[in-house]
């Protein structure tokens, strides 16, 4: 679990969380509207070295970056009970990493092993907390824990 007092703090944990990501991981970003779900991923697109200003895909539903690794950038709160209007599939566990908004929203068996990061206005900052979907994001949650 991690505090953010700030954007900066926020971006400081995205950086954290993309030094330790791998091609194939899966992130379901959950927080209100405004807890800093891009906030983070934009600290998650400078670990992986992409110089793009990262957007919230809202209207696009996907984005794509380049870097060390692809980045993935989903926002499926438009899509609804509908996740079938996109291929899942073309994004998730292939050679970037997916980083998905609104994601809890999608039907529990759309997703098989990911990490949900869980942003919570708190005062005037931000809790970050995890759950482990699966092997690889039990593996990837341990390394966070652990530095």
């Known amino acids: 679990m991690f505090y953010s ?15 330790k990501l791998q091609a194939g991981h899966v992130l379901v970003l959950t927080g209100d509207l405004g807890a800093g779900k891009t906030t983070i991923t934009k600290g998650i697109a400078r670990a992986l070295e992409i110089k793009q200003m990262i957007k919230s895909p809202t209207y696009t539903i996907v984005r794509e970056y380049e870097g060390r690794l692809p980045l993935y950038h989903l926002d499926v709160y438009r899509i609804g009970d509908d996740p079938d209007s996109i291929d899942l599939d073309d994004f998730l566990y292939g050679d970037g990493v997916t980083v998905i908004e609104w994601g809890e929203l999608l039907s529990s068996d759309s997703l098989d092993d990911y990490l949900e990061v869980f942003i919570d206005k708190q005062d005037d900052g ?22």
């Open 5 to 19: 007092q700030n954007e900066d703090e926020l971006i400081a944990i995205g950086f954290r969380i993309g030094q």
């Open 126 to 147: 931000r809790k970050v907390s995890f759950e482990a979907h699966g092997v690889k994001s039990q593996l990837l949650l341990e390394d966070l824990q652990n530095g």
